[in-house]
């Protein structure tokens, strides 16, 4: 099912490629999950067993859904930040990069726990993305595409 969601969100991508108007683009966003993301957040239970030994999180009652879960975020249409979006205020870049040292440690040293980590801060991004698209759209006045409709009276 993942696969299908992956060949079905390429496909969606090469069909809007010569497409001006694409809004979410134009703001920075992606539409829906990307795939590499999408592949962590199916990967996410694996993370969660490897980490605590619970027999839950290799149950197919969990797994199954979740990893459906996983592929219809990545078909849907759902807003989601993208990197062309991501500033990093001069004053911060040190952090920054002292950060992304500490994760890349991490990985090396508990990739487990890094993974998971990484996975759950990006699904807790996805209403954040949410809410900001939605924020962006309403400051620059709802404005309509040549190809959306008029709204009902």
């Known amino acids: 099912m993942l696969a299908l969601s992956c060949a079905l969100r390429l496909a969606r991508f090469n069909a ?3 497409v001006d108007d694409q809004p979410r683009k134009a703001a920075g966003f992606n ?5 590499p993301a999408g592949a962590g957040l199916a990967l996410l239970p694996l993370y969660a067993w490897f980490i605590t030994g619970l027999d839950i999180f290799r149950d197919w009652r ?3 859904p979740w990893v459906a879960i996983s ?4 078909i849907s249409s759902l807003p989601t930040l993208g990197w062309k979006r991501l500033r ?4 911060w870049r040190i952090f920054a990069i ?3 040292g500490i994760f890349a440690a991490m990985l090396m040293v508990a990739p487990w726990h890094a993974l998971l980590a990484l996975t759950l801060g990006y699904l807790a991004l996805l ?3 949410l809410v900001t698209y939605n924020r962006i759209k309403r400051r620059l006045g709802g404005v309509q595409s040549p190809a959306s409709p008029p709204p009902a009276e």
Do not use: F, K, S
Request: charged fraction near 5%; avoid cysteine.
């Open 16 to 18: 809007m490629i010569d």
């Open 31 to 35: 539409t829906g999950v990307p795939a």
């Open 62 to 64: 969990l797994v199954g």
């Open 71 to 74: 592929a219809l975020l990545m």
């Open 88 to 91: 990093v205020p001069p004053a």
């Open 98 to 100: 002292l950060l992304a």
């Open 127 to 129: 209403p954040i993305g």
